[in-house]
Nanobody, 124 residues
């Protein structure tokens, strides 16, 4: 399984970005995708999660109401729409996949494959 992220960049506070995560390989008919982020000097944290089975989602409190996760199962691609960005959202964003599962998965250790990461920088 391979994951390729795209869509990161530099944006001013209050702006928007959309990240994409394209999955290929043996993902199974159902899978869970999670977006995580890691700021300099900080631990990696979970941001948003989705189940491809029924579209169930989960958001960290820090992004709830600002970020939206969605999936296009035909393209095996998951998107993270990020609005009202804040400087504290600056981090490397990673997507990860837990194949062959119908659940929403929020714990990092449950994810088997990870993308290379994409940098998001929000200036004040």
């Amino acid at each position: 399984v391979q994951l390729v992220e795209s869509g990161g960049g530099l944006v001013q506070a209050g702006g928007s970005l959309r990240l994409s995560c394209a999955a290929s390989g043996s993902t199974g008919d159902d899978y869970a995708i999670g977006w995580f982020r890691q700021a300099p000097g900080a631990e990696r944290e979970g941001v948003s999660f989705i189940s491809s089975s029924d579209g169930s989602t989960f958001y960290a409190d820090s992004v709830k109401g600002r970020f939206t996760i969605s999936s296009d199962n035909a393209k095996n691609t998951v998107y993270l729409q990020m609005n009202s960005l804040k400087p504290e959202d600056t981090a490397v964003y990673y997507c990860a996949i837990a194949p062959w599962t119908m659940a929403v998965v929020t714990r990092q250790w449950e994810y088997d494959y990870w993308g290379q990461g994409t940098q998001v920088t929000v200036s004040s």
